[in-house]
């Protein structure tokens, strides 16, 4: 049996395009929408102007991280390291988005710093295109479709489909050269925090890397 919230959707259960959304709103629906707390809704709709960012500050709380996770989170140092490389606890850890320059996604910077050694930085664009609505783009072409929904209060991102983006063509990657089914959770915690929880399970081996960190708005 699949643990709930892991099962992967493929693009073709996504909703409409792009064009006709254009907005986390628009993707979720304005059923699952009103479900969200409404400081989920405000990052998510948020309009940052050109030059502005929004910058959230926390830790992380766990990180639990198998072999095969590790290896994976090796190889994918080519696509400039998208996912933990090490199992790091009570680490500092900041979140900066800020507009992307064709008005169509946004850049995130993550950046944790384990004590005593350096930060590990991952950057991706979220672009509002593909076929299930949103992609989230890391380095070397490599990107994922992702599926978003609302579930349990939460907004939650699950890959659909693994693609390398060449010149203009845009690429299928099987899965059986991915990590597997990548889910990400932002759930409302109390005391004005919220929690990011990242989680890869493989189709072979189950769950490699499950991470936790809880943040809270800083501008």
């Known amino acids: 049996m699949r643990r709930q919230g892991l099962v992967r959707r493929r693009p073709s259960e996504g909703p409409a395009s792009p064009a006709k959304h254009g907005s986390f709103r628009g993707l979720v629906g304005e059923a699952a929408w009103r479900r969200l707390p409404r400081p989920v809704r405000a990052r998510f709709e948020r309009e940052l102007s ?50 992307d320059a064709d008005r169509r996604g946004q850049a995130w910077t993550r950046l944790y710093h384990e004590s005593g050694g350096l930060p590990q930085v991952i950057r991706s664009t979220k672009r509002f295109a593909g076929p299930t609505g949103l ?3 890391v380095g070397a072409g490599v ?3 992702l599926v978003a929904s609302v579930e349990d209060r939460a907004m939650v991102f699950r890959s659909a489909e693994y693609f390398w983006r060449v010149g203009g063509w845009r690429l299928h990657i099987p899965d059986w050269l991915t990590p ?4 990400v959770i932002h759930r409302e915690e ?13 189709p072979l ?14 501008l």
């Open 143 to 145: 990107g994922m479709a």
């Open 50 to 99: 050109p030059g502005e960012s929004a910058v959230f500050v926390g830790e992380v709380a766990e990180t639990r991280i198998t072999f095969v996770g590790r290896l994976w989170a090796q190889v994918a140092r080519l696509a400039g390291s998208p996912l933990p490389l090490r199992a790091i606890t009570r680490a500092a850890a900041v979140v900066v988005v800020t507009e």
């Open 190 to 202: 109390r005391q004005g925090r919220f929690s990011f929880t990242l989680i890869v399970v493989h």
């Open 135 to 137: 992609e989230e783009c």
């Open 205 to 218: 081996f189950g769950e490699t890397i499950r991470q936790v960190a809880f943040f809270r708005d800083a």
């Open 180 to 183: 597997g089914c990548i889910a």
